[in-house]
């Protein structure tokens, strides 16, 4: 993994992706300290499979994923999975990408061979790489479920808005000039806002997990018609890895996914204001809940950054934005 540090915004975050787009999968497992990367926290559980987003107003399901529990440090557990959603934004230009040599970074991976968005626009347009990619940009939050706002009244939802983009909910990019999302990542509670556990022989106290599992912002890969994100073969496109620079701030627990076809998910945890190098090895199954195994990179659907949510507390996040993506 090769790091760089933004100039603008450093900011740490312990841990992190899952689009408002699909619901309804199994809770997380019990906490496991081998697992742990220090602290007395452990990783709640499963992710939402809730419902889509899409600007233009397609919404489109995804499989459900299994949530997990993962340690990751400082006293409080940051369930969170990733969500399977496809769907497209239609607001906003798309960026035209173009060839790039974009520098190297400090750890594993290559040179960024190819920059497919630069940061202006939310949809990436058919023809403007020699990777095949076109997709779009979508707002993740645990509060849309099949493109429906969700309402509770003894808890709260995540909440997240574009930048310069429409206020109307359930949120998209539409009109946004770059994917770029404010708001707040919700604290996860038990059943009427109580505080929770994540002991799966208390039933009573245990974190809603599925239902509160944080937010971000996902991007299809190979979308040509809205709303029906298909696979992008890495193989074939010669890919190997992702590069992509974000910026913003939060102290919520940030994961960037893979997402296939099948709505298997694929991560690993980062912070913001870097600009990164992964290799498609980097990402592991189910990362946050000790998984094993690494993705077909003939299948992959998305790639999402997502914010966990926190049965400690509820985080802020302030201009989080993917400023850049680009392959090698």
Not at 61 to 86: I, L, V
Request: aromatic share 10%.
């Amino acid at each position: 993994m090769k790091a760089y540090f933004s100039l603008f915004v450093l900011a740490a975050v312990v841990g992190c992706a899952v689009d408002n787009r699909f619901s309804g999968v199994p809770d997380g497992e019990d906490y496991d300290p081998s697992g742990s990367a220090g602290g007395n926290q452990s990783s709640g559980g499963g992710p939402s499979t809730g419902g889509t987003n899409t600007g233009g107003g397609a919404n489109t399901g995804g499989a459900a994923n299994t949530g997990g529990s993962a340690n990751t440090g400082g006293g409080a557990n940051t369930g969170g999975a990733a969500n399977t959603g496809g769907g497209a934004n239609t607001g906003g230009a798309a960026n035209t990408g173009g060839a790039g040599t974009g520098g190297a970074g400090t750890g594993g991976g290559a040179d960024v061979e190819q920059t497919i968005f630069s940061g202006t626009g939310v949809s990436i347009a058919a023809g403007s790489n020699t990777v095949g990619i076109q997709g779009n940009f979508l707002i993740l939050e645990d509060s849309v479920e099949n493109g429906v706002e969700k309402y509770a009244y003894y808890f709260d939802y995540s909440d997240l808005d574009a930048d310069g983009g429409s206020t109307v909910e359930p949120s998209t990019f539409a009109g946004a000039p770059a994917p770029c999302v404010s708001g707040s990542i919700a604290q996860v509670t038990a059943d009427y806002g109580l505080y929770c556990t994540d002991n799966p022989y208390d039933s009573y106290d245990y974190c809603l997990w599925t239902e509160v599992w944080g937010g971000g912002i996902g991007l299809t890969l190979n979308e040509p018609t809205p709303g029906s994100p298909m696979a992008w073969n890495a193989t074939a496109a010669g890919v190997t890895g992702f590069q992509f620079s974000t910026t913003g701030t939060s102290s919520a627990v940030l994961r960037v996914y893979l997402i296939d076809t099948a709505g298997e998910q694929y991560c690993t945890t980062i912070n913001t204001g870097q600009t990164l190098d992964l290799d498609l090895s980097e990402f592991v199954h189910d990362c946050y809940d000790y998984g094993t195994g690494t993705i077909d990179p003939t299948q992959i659907e998305k790639i999402t950054w997502q914010f966990a949510s926190s049965n400690a507390q509820a985080y802020p996040v302030t201009s989080f934005c993917v400023t850049s993506v680009g392959v090698y």
